[in-house]
């Protein structure tokens, strides 16, 4: 009995608006192979003895003749055989008959591409009771994913995790259960299996793929969940700190965020330090952000980039006039930075004078002494502590101080905790990045 080749791709999700397109090619029940060290080895399966009752023997003959002479092309031979295996149903005594016509159900299935048919098939193998312990679990994720193309959610649930509770997470197991809550309003316990399929994998000495973070991700923002997305984006920039999922998860934080200009800037000076921008509008919400009056060299880092990507055009009035304002700005405000500093360290500075001489140090790449300002603005009475904290961050990772800027950002907390969580995602891969022995040299020619 053959039970490889089971359709197990269900609807996809709809693709965001917003110009998203998730940039991801995310599809909702397609099962994706898992990693070899992932997927639970497979067991032969041991031929059940089965001692089935005399009048199911004299109909289960012909049911398996009829399906073995079937070519999926005769209408008249299919109908009898759907006809003769109803009756083989219907002479069912003994569990073993149920297990026989499981099988049975299952093949005619295959051979009628009628994944109706086939779950039925094995829902009969399990409720036997006959199927080799080995296999169940298998069996158990099949009628499952079943269950779940045929949006029968509470279905698939049931038997989804009995195959998780047996340990068994290969065919994308885990995730296909995580979808079935998400698919049925009930994100939240959807998502928590996402986030322990994840941790799981990592626990156990692996990383899951790839596509496993996306879905995830996608689910997350399928839910409108930024809590969830976060911790999803975190971890997949963490184990896969590819630019491209960077910028996704960064604009799924804007998107379900809801932020104002001085969050939105520092979720896209992640985008800009790891080139990970996904379209025009990401260079747009920069410059906005940023403000050409306010930080034109950072504008003017912004507009180059996007000139240089080939996503902005010189000719945009919206774009030729953010660099006019930022390039007449530009000399005298780099001039004013040295005396701006001088104020901001002297002990009678406000908060708003340290602060705003931090911003503008950061914003010209002066790392370092952003950082101490920002220090000093924290212990002034009437510091925005949050942002403070996270631009002290951005400046411990700009200056690879990727341990102390994971302390800092563990420290943020409201609005600005979901961006703390993708820049320590950041800072993470970049510490591993660093730590991670160089490439030998090829030894030259001789």
């Not at 003769?84 to 219907?90: D, H």
């Not at 774009?319 to 009678?348: F, H, I, M, N, T």
Request: aromatic letters at 6%; proline letters at 4%; glycine letters at 8%.
């Amino acid at each position: 009995m053959v039970l490889s080749g089971f359709s197990k791709h269900g609807r996809s999700v709809s693709r965001a608006a917003l110009g998203l397109a998730l940039a991801m090619g995310v599809v909702a029940g397609s099962t994706v192979a898992s990693s070899p060290a992932m997927a639970a080895k497979k067991k032969k399966s041991k031929a059940p003895k089965l001692k089935f009752s005399k009048g199911f023997v004299a109909v289960a003959g012909p049911v398996q003749k009829a399906v073995n002479a079937l070519d999926g092309t005769d209408a008249a031979a299919s109908a009898e055989a759907r006809n003769l295996l109803e009756q083989a149903y219907g002479a069912i005594e003994v569990e073993d008959d149920r297990f026989l016509a499981g099988s049975l159900a299952v093949s005619l299935g295959g051979k009628l591409k009628d994944p109706a048919l086939q779950r039925r098939g094995i829902k009969s193998m399990l409720q036997s009771g006959k199927s080799d312990p080995a296999s169940a679990p298998r069996f158990n994720s099949i009628a499952g994913q079943l269950a779940y193309q045929a949006k029968d959610y509470a279905d698939a649930r049931h038997y989804l995790q009995i195959a998780v509770d047996s340990g068994y997470t290969a065919d994308n197991t885990e995730m296909l259960l995580a979808e079935s809550y998400i698919s049925d309003n009930q994100a939240t316990k959807g998502l928590a299996i996402v986030k322990s399929a994840l941790t799981n994998a990592k626990a156990s000495g692996t990383v899951a793929p790839e596509s496993w973070y996306r879905r995830g991700l996608a689910s997350a923002f399928k839910a409108q969940s930024l809590n969830d997305a976060a911790d999803i984006g975190s971890m997949l920039i963490t184990d896969y700190p590819d630019p491209k999922n960077v910028g996704v998860a960064a604009t799924i934080l804007r998107v379900l965020g809801g932020y104002g200009s001085q969050e939105t800037l520092d979720v896209m000076r992640l985008m800009a330090r790891t080139n990970s921008y996904v379209e025009t509008r990401d260079y747009v919400e920069y410059i906005q952000a940023a403000d050409p009056r306010r930080l034109p060299g950072e504008v003017m880092e912004a507009i180059n980039s996007g000139l240089a990507s080939g996503m902005l055009s010189a000719s945009d009035p919206f774009v030729a006039d953010a660099k006019q304002q930022a390039s007449g700005r530009l000399a005298g405000d780099k001039a004013s930075l040295p005396g701006y500093e001088r104020d901001a360290r002297k002990a009678s500075a406000s908060e708003a004078t340290v602060s705003g001489a931090a911003d503008a140090l950061l914003s010209y790449g002066e790392a370092a002494k952003a950082e101490s300002l920002y220090q000093i603005a924290l212990a002034r009475p009437g510091v925005n502590t949050q942002r403070a904290l996270t631009r002290l961050g951005i400046a411990q990772v700009d200056l690879g101080k990727y341990d102390a800027a994971l302390q800092t950002f563990a420290k943020v907390t409201g609005k600005r905790a979901s961006i703390a969580k993708l820049w320590s995602a950041f800072a993470t891969s970049k510490a591993a990045a660093a730590a991670a022995p160089a490439e030998p040299e090829a030894a030259p020619a001789s």
